[in-house]
């Protein structure tokens, strides 16, 4: 069973940068396709970012284009979502997802990822 554990979250200002960070303790991503979604309260879970295994195709979510960054390093068998320009709305509970895809040239932002991470607060607020 593969564990995903999310960290990075926090309040930021208006403008402001948060990197979030995803690991998998004891096990390897290498060979996951891996997607990072938010909710805010109230609201349906929305894609963010997504990234292959191979780390070479990365797609984004339009309310986010330009300013999220997904990026995984295979060697510390991390993967980062680095958020820039932050804005009120991307308030909301982060969550990184895997799914085993080791040859697909693709990645999804749709939640159709077996293996979630338990989240964390990200808070957009002056």
């Known amino acids: 069973q593969l564990q995903l554990v999310e960290s990075g979250g926090g309040l930021a200002q208006p403008g402001g940068s948060l990197r979030l960070t995803c690991a998998a303790p004891g096990n390897t991503l290498a060979s996951y396709a891996i997607g990072w979604f938010r909710q805010a309260p109230g609201k349906e879970r929305e894609g963010v970012a997504c990234?292959?295994?191979?780390?070479?195709?990365?797609d984004y979510g339009d309310s986010v284009k330009g300013r999220y960054t997904i990026t995984r390093d295979i060697r510390k068998n991390t993967v980062y979502l680095q958020m820039k320009n932050l804005k009120a709305e991307d308030t909301g509970t982060y969550y990184c997802?895997?799914?085993?895809?080791?040859?697909?040239?693709?990645?999804?932002?749709?939640?159709?990822?077996?293996?979630w991470g338990q989240g964390t607060q990200v808070t957009v607020s002056s």
């Open positions: 990234i292959i295994a191979g780390g070479g195709r990365t």
């Open positions: 997802a895997a799914n085993w895809n080791p040859r697909s040239p693709i990645c999804s932002i749709t939640p159709r990822y077996n293996y």
